[in-house]
């Protein structure tokens, strides 16, 4: 019974565990008023960083979260650069609607003597 039991728990964990491999090509379209760069910027994701899946959907929700992005969906292949396996990681946005001004004000804490 103890068997069965860890071997459930060690399928469940291989099931779990995700490939990271190096970021070893990076690109964003679909962008117009913003670069390709700010995308990638936006994502967090670097150059030649260990990532998987679950790290290419945060990233998305970063660029979404950045406020100047509706969508983003991502497409990732297998690459190979100079010998060294990894992941070619491609961003596709959809900007968001023209940028509004907005006047924030703060206010202060008011002292008392």
């Known amino acids: 019974m103890a068997v069965r039991k860890l071997l459930i728990f060690v399928f469940a964990t291989v099931g779990l565990a995700q490939e990271l491999f190096p970021v070893l090509k990076l690109s964003a379209a679909g962008e117009s008023r913003l670069s390709e760069q700010a995308v990638l910027t936006a994502s967090g994701i670097k150059l030649r960083q260990m990532a998987g899946e679950s790290d290419f959907v945060k990233a998305c929700d970063l660029i979404v979260n950045s406020g100047f992005f509706r969508s983003c969906n991502f497409r990732y292949d297998s690459a190979n650069v100079s010998g060294v396996a990894g992941y070619d ?25």
């Open 89 to 113: 990681l491609h961003f596709l946005v959809e900007e968001a609607g023209e940028l509004q001004m907005a006047m924030i004000e703060k206010i202060g804490r008011a002292s008392c003597r």
